[in-house]
């Protein structure tokens, strides 16, 4: 009965396996179906452990350079790397798309110029033809203050009273806004007079600033000023204080040059009748001229408590100029900037 549960034991034998050593393939054989990795082969093992392992395959083991066979079956040999990572090429140059050599960096302080140049140039266009402001519509006026916002929003000089080398100079008014000049800028709405410049010059060195007018009309022109003391209060706030006015001799022209037509009133009038008979005032004007020419101009001291004001400027540069004071919003060019041609 004890036989009946013995248990059977099947054994299975493993035909032994002989693994044959890696050997290249012939060069002449070539298969575009094989793919073959460089300085790489596959090869079995007896042990268990490296039955899979990928090991680099040596030409000869008395060969210093390791070499590899290619996809077409042709051997190479590989370059040997350099000692250091560092290359004795010179650094990378940036180019652009034209070949140029260039920088990645990007010049913040040019665009900013850029931006500043375009805006004052659109504001010197938008009030170009208004005298001064006087003539604007509500439309351009308001385009007018929007561009003045923007400009001081990106002033560049946030202390001007310490900028003397900016400050000093002749500065030519081109805007004005709620102004007390806008009587004298009604003047320009008289028949055959107009006001020709209105201008500051501020000398930092003596505290000195003086304001200047002319008018023109076809005898003669007349300027004026209101010189002025003022002292520094904060580094963008003066106070002024005037002295008196200087008015010089009138120029008087040698030609009376008058327009075809004189608007009136909304009414055109024409001088052509006017200009025919000027041949005896032109003598008569002559005369005048020759008798005040060299004359000094005549000052007058400027009294009352109104003699005081302030000034502050809201952006300064070598070109423009924006302040305000108790006489209203003053937008001016130095002499000889681009902007004013």
């Not at 179906?33 to 452990?49: A, C, G, I, Y």
């Not at 010049?107 to 402001?133: A, Q």
């Not at 990106?154 to 030519?172: M, R, V």
């Not at 022109?221 to 008196?244: D, G, H, N, Y």
Request: glycine share 6%.
């Amino acid at each position: 009965m004890s036989t009946l549960y013995t248990p059977l034991i099947f054994t299975i034998k493993t035909p032994k396996t002989t693994i044959k050593p890696h050997t290249f393939l012939p060069s002449s054989f070539s298969n575009p179906k094989l793919r073959k990795f460089p300085n790489f082969s596959v090869q079995s093992s007896n042990d268990p452990e490296k039955a899979t392992g990928i090991e680099p395959d040596n030409d000869k083991s008395d060969d210093k350079t390791t070499g590899f066979v290619d996809e077409w079956g042709e051997k190479s040999e590989l370059e040997s790397e350099p000692v250091t990572k560092l290359t004795d090429s010179d650094p990378p140059k940036y180019e652009d798309e034209w070949g140029n050599n260039g920088s990645p960096a990007v010049d913040v302080s040019g665009g900013e110029d850029e931006k500043l140049l375009e805006l004052k140039r659109c504001f010197v266009d938008t009030v170009y033809g208004t005298d001064f402001g006087f003539r604007a519509s509500s439309e351009v006026r308001a385009e007018a203050l929007e561009l003045v916002s923007q400009l001081e929003a990106a002033n560049p000089t946030p202390a001007p009273t310490e900028c003397p080398e900016l400050l000093d100079g002749n500065w030519i008014l081109v805007f004005t806004a709620f102004s007390e000049l806008l009587p004298l800028l009604a003047a320009g709405s008289i028949p055959l007079v107009k006001v020709e410049k209105i201008s500051q010059g501020i000398d930092t060195s003596n505290f000195t600033i003086e304001n200047s007018t002319t008018l023109s009309s076809p005898v003669a022109t007349l300027s004026f000023s209101a010189t002025a003391t003022f002292e520094v209060r904060s580094p963008s706030r003066i106070q002024v204080e005037f002295k008196e006015g200087n008015f010089k001799p009138p120029e008087i022209k040698s030609n009376i040059e008058l327009p075809e037509n004189v608007d009136v009133f909304g009414q055109k009038i024409s001088l052509s009748p006017v200009q025919q008979s000027l041949s005896p005032l032109e003598n008569a004007v002559a005369g005048i001229a020759r008798t005040i020419s060299g004359q000094p101009p005549l000052k007058i001291p400027i009294p009352g408590e109104r003699t005081k004001s302030w000034l502050l400027t809201t952006y300064l540069d070598k070109d423009l100029r924006i302040s305000k004071g108790d006489g209203g919003l003053f937008v001016l060019v130095k002499e000889g900037s681009s902007l004013l041609y």
